[in-house]
């Protein structure tokens, strides 16, 4: 009574908190669960969980595909490798390959190295390429390959393999992992045909690369069409459609196939 005789003063209110209405709330659905056994995530798990549906929802992932012929690519690593590995004592994998076609195409088109800050795209003078690889727990992590358009092939070898063996050996150090500006998935490496990755936030893109598998392939020859057996491959790029559109994704995927290629 004594608030409505003072003309309702604001000293007697409450604060309202006025709600952004273009944000995104969770809708409170009551799912049945079901029953199981429990497995509590560890903070690894929760940091990827918390990233990944992050990533989907400030990024409007939109996921581009190509078809490689890496035949040439396959026969050459094949004739190279026992020699590549007694001249250097490094392994030739095929992952120093695909970062050195990467690093080659973002050289192209250099809006593809970037990250999103509001209204502003920041296009990266470095060129650091992520290469996600699992843990031996099943987690995910992704290593840093800095400066990659500045290796030479047994460069990037000697340090995608460094990496790798620490990754599986948990020895990994904070800046192994820090200041990636584009990141690298080899689905194949578990069998899988193609992927849909998940955009590495800050980055704007990501690419995946699936099993690298013998086809029978129609090709061109100077004696008409023939079918041959060729070592196929799909990559797909998924990419933030708010930075990236479909004529530079798609020029910088086919641009990377055409360096493997």
Same mark, same amino acid.
Not at 38 to 49: H, T
Not at 79 to 100: A, D, H, M, R
Not at 173 to 179: A, E, N, P, T, Y
Not at 215 to 239: C, N, P, Q, W
């Given at each position: 009574?004594?608030?409505?005789?003072?003309?309702?003063?604001?000293?007697? #209110?409450?604060?309202? !908190?006025?709600?952004?209405?273009?944000?995104?709330?969770?809708?409170?659905?009551?799912?049945?669960?079901?029953?199981?056994?429990?497995?509590?995530?560890?903070?690894?798990?929760?940091?990827?969980?918390?990233?990944?549906?992050?990533?989907?929802?400030?990024?409007?992932?939109? !996921?581009?595909?190509?078809?490689?012929? &890496?035949?040439?690519?396959?026969?050459?690593?094949?004739?190279?490798?026992? #020699?590549?590995?007694?001249?250097?004592?490094?392994?030739?994998?095929?992952?120093? &390959?695909?970062? +050195?076609? $990467?690093?080659?195409?973002?050289?192209?088109?250099?809006?593809?190295? *970037?990250?999103?800050?509001? #209204?502003?795209?920041? $296009?990266?003078?470095?060129?650091?390429?992520?290469?996600?690889? *699992?843990?031996?727990?099943?987690?995910?992590?992704?290593?840093?390959?800095?400066?990659?358009?500045?290796?030479?092939?047994?460069?990037?070898?000697?340090?995608?393999?460094?990496? /790798?063996?620490?990754? =599986?050996?948990?020895?990994?150090?904070?800046?192994?992992?820090?200041?990636?500006?584009?990141?690298? %998935?080899?689905?194949?490496?578990?069998?899988? /045909?193609?992927?849909?990755?998940?955009?590495?936030?800050?980055?704007?893109?990501?690419?995946?690369?699936?099993?690298?598998?013998?086809? *029978?392939? /129609?090709? +061109? !020859?100077?004696?008409?069409?023939?079918?041959?057996?060729? @070592?196929?491959?799909?990559?797909?790029? %998924?990419?933030?459609? =708010?930075?990236?559109?479909?004529? &530079?994704?798609? @020029?910088?995927?086919?641009?990377?196939?055409?360096?493997?290629?």
């Amino acid at each position: 009574m004594q608030y409505i005789k003072e003309g309702r003063p604001y000293k007697f #209110s409450q604060p309202t !908190t006025i709600q952004d209405p273009t944000a995104y709330r969770i809708p409170q659905l009551k799912f049945d669960l079901g029953k199981g056994k429990i497995i509590k995530m560890d903070r690894m798990r929760q940091m990827i969980a918390d990233h990944m549906v992050y990533s989907k929802h400030t990024s409007p992932h939109v !996921t581009s595909y190509v078809e490689a012929d &890496l035949t040439e690519l396959v026969n050459w690593r094949n004739e190279n490798k026992i #020699s590549f590995q007694e001249k250097y004592g490094e392994k030739l994998k095929f992952t120093p &390959l695909f970062v +050195e076609a $990467v690093a080659k195409a973002i050289k192209d088109f250099p809006n593809i190295n *970037a990250s999103v800050d509001r #209204s502003n795209i920041i $296009v990266k003078e470095d060129i650091n390429i992520g290469i996600a690889t *699992a843990l031996p727990n099943g987690n995910l992590i992704v290593p840093v390959v800095r400066n990659a358009d500045k290796k030479n092939l047994m460069e990037t070898a000697k340090k995608v393999n460094e990496l /790798v063996e620490k990754a =599986r050996n948990n020895k990994l150090k904070s800046d192994d992992i820090k200041g990636g500006t584009f990141t690298i %998935s080899n689905v194949g490496t578990f069998g899988s /045909v193609m992927g849909t990755p998940i955009i590495n936030q800050p980055e704007v893109a990501i690419l995946a690369m699936g099993i690298i598998k013998k086809r *029978a392939e /129609v090709i +061109e !020859t100077k004696k008409g069409d023939k079918i041959a057996i060729r @070592s196929m491959m799909y990559l797909s790029l %998924s990419f933030d459609h =708010r930075a990236v559109d479909g004529f &530079l994704g798609g @020029s910088f995927l086919r641009r990377i196939t055409d360096y493997l290629e």
